[in-house]
């Protein structure tokens, strides 16, 4: 085990800020104009690995601070375990006058992407199969690379209620392991498609057409880093078959984000509980994982959902899940006419597949794979669907550095309680992950 996996560490290399003008030279926290922050990075995260790479975060205030009139935000990102991620995102209110306008692009490129299978603690997890150079095993691995575009719009149905609505669409390239250095005939992939737990109609990917409509209700006081408020959303996505592959979904997700001030704007509890859920369809494995409220994001685990647990580490047809912290103000000082503020975070996550993906498929399957004869299917099944549905908790503590209450880059350590999710998770993202 190298050093870096027994102390993960996390380095900002360089951070740049510039503003470029202020309303009031004798009051620094007043922006009127431009605001940039450049940071070239160098991360360790858990799932990823060692990563290299840089954001650019711009933001113009004119005369909303510490609200903006126009954010622009672009992201790469390459790490040591040979993933790479490209995104664009662009935020407005005030681009069309009464509608809030975003677009985003990304796309992520993995040719040792994780997949543990469906249905979480139904698929024992060996750490010693994951990518062990030493014995030529990447059991957890497959190829894959995605393109997502999509554009957003809404606008205020009321004081504090909005309306949205999506276009998003994507192209998967998907493939069997194929990495010099691991034996791609042995991996959880492979053994799905020869269940036929996936498809040869979705094995390679395909393309993806999304509309989204749904309410926000938002009472915060500060949309970046609130310190009181609710941020409450339910959306509807529906992808038809427009491009003749033979899979469609319409789905439903919900989300109760509450910020509580304890006496004081620093110390805040938050927490926020969601579902997810498929409500009809017949929706092909390499979408299932898609999270409808986060960007780029895989299933239940890693830096957006549950952290500390394994990235992609639980799929499912429905999934509920929650996320408990305090964020407590350490410091709240002015550095070179910014407003600069650290903050340190502890949380509780935790999650379950309520309805599992294929379940009769899979049981049925595993039931003859693994030749039982002590007990009746009915038996072997109820088990597995209390596997299935088990509860995945993780614990950690976070911090952040709040610039200019919108540029928060955030560095997150969570651990499992159950070594079956992984060992540990360590993450650099950039704004709190609600």
């Given at each position: 085990m190298?050093?870096l996996?027994?102390f ?7 951070l ?15 922006k ?5 922050n ?9 799932d990823?690995?060692l ?5 650019i ?7 909303l601070?510490?609200?903006?009139r126009?954010?622009l935000?672009m992201?790469?990102l ?9 995104m664009?995102?662009y ?13 985003k ?25 994951n990518?062990n150079?030493?014995d ?15 554009l957003e719009f809404g606008?205020?149905l009321?004081t ?10 994507w192209?998967?390239?998907?493939s ?9 005939t042995n ?8 269940m ?6 979705e ?19 500060i949309?970046a880093t609130?310190?009181?408020?609710i ?10 078959d427009?491009?003749s ?6 789905k ?5 984000r509450?910020y509580?001030?304890?006496?004081t704007?620093?110390?805040v509890?938050?927490?926020s ?7 009809a ?8 994982s898609?999270m409808?409220h986060?960007?780029?994001?895989d ?17 499912g ?5 929650g ?10 000082v ?6 600069v503020?650290g903050?340190?975070s502890?949380f ?5 597949v ?7 498929r899979?049981?049925?399957a595993?039931?003859?794979?693994d ?7 009915d038996?072997?099944?109820s088990?597995?669907m209390?596997r299935?549905?088990e509860l ?8 952040q550095?709040?610039?200019?209450y ?18 540990f ?6 704004d709190?992950?609600?």
């Amino acid at each position: 085990m190298s050093f870096l996996r027994r102390f993960p560490i996390v380095l900002i290399t360089v951070l740049i800020s510039l503003s470029a003008r202020s309303a009031d030279a004798d009051d620094p926290t007043i922006k009127e104009g431009l605001s940039i922050n450049l940071i070239p990075s160098l991360a360790y995260d858990s799932d990823f690995g060692l990563m290299a790479g840089g954001i650019i975060d711009i933001n113009f205030y004119g005369g909303l601070y510490p609200n903006y009139r126009h954010r622009l935000c672009m992201e790469a990102l390459t790490y040591s375990k040979h993933a790479s991620y490209y995104m664009l995102q662009y935020d407005s209110k005030y681009l069309i006058p009464g509608i809030r306008t975003s677009f985003k692009a990304y796309l992520d490129d993995n040719p040792l992407y994780w997949f543990y299978g469906f249905n979480g603690a139904v698929n024992d997890y060996d750490r010693n199969k994951n990518c062990n150079k030493n014995d030529g095993i990447a059991y957890y691995s497959m190829d894959r690379i995605f393109l997502n575009t999509r554009l957003e719009f809404g606008g205020p149905l009321g004081t504090y209620l909005d309306w949205t609505s999506k276009f998003s669409y994507w192209h998967y390239w998907i493939s069997e392991l194929n990495w010099e250095g691991y034996d791609r005939t042995n991996t959880l992939f492979r053994q799905y498609r020869a269940m036929n737990l996936i498809e040869d109609a979705e094995a390679n990917g395909g393309d993806v057409m999304e509309f989204l409509i749904g309410l926000k209700y938002d009472t915060r006081n500060i949309e970046a880093t609130p310190s009181h408020g609710i941020y409450a959303d339910v959306n509807v996505a529906w992808a038809p078959d427009i491009f003749s592959t033979g899979y469609d979904y319409l789905k439903l997700a919900a989300r109760f984000r509450q910020y509580l001030r304890l006496g004081t704007d620093r110390l805040v509890f938050a927490y926020s509980l969601a579902y997810q859920g498929t409500l009809a369809g017949n929706q092909p494995f390499y979408t299932q994982s898609y999270m409808i409220h986060f960007k780029p994001s895989d299933g239940l685990g890693g830096a957006t959902t549950l952290r500390g647990i394994l990235y992609n580490r639980i799929v499912g047809n429905d999934y509920g899940w929650g996320n408990f912290e305090m964020r407590a103000r350490l410091f709240d000082v002015n550095v070179l006419n910014r407003r600069v503020f650290g903050v340190i975070s502890p949380f509780f996550d935790a999650g379950a597949v309520l309805r599992p993906y294929r379940f009769e498929r899979q049981a049925q399957a595993f039931y003859a794979a693994d030749n039982v004869t002590a007990v009746s299917y009915d038996q072997y099944r109820s088990s597995l669907m209390d596997r299935a549905q088990e509860l995945h908790m993780a614990w950690g503590i976070g911090g952040q550095l709040v610039i200019d209450y919108n540029f928060i880059p955030s560095v997150t350590f969570g651990i499992p309680f159950d070594k079956r999710d992984g060992d540990f998770g360590l993450y650099m993202v950039l704004d709190y992950i609600f």
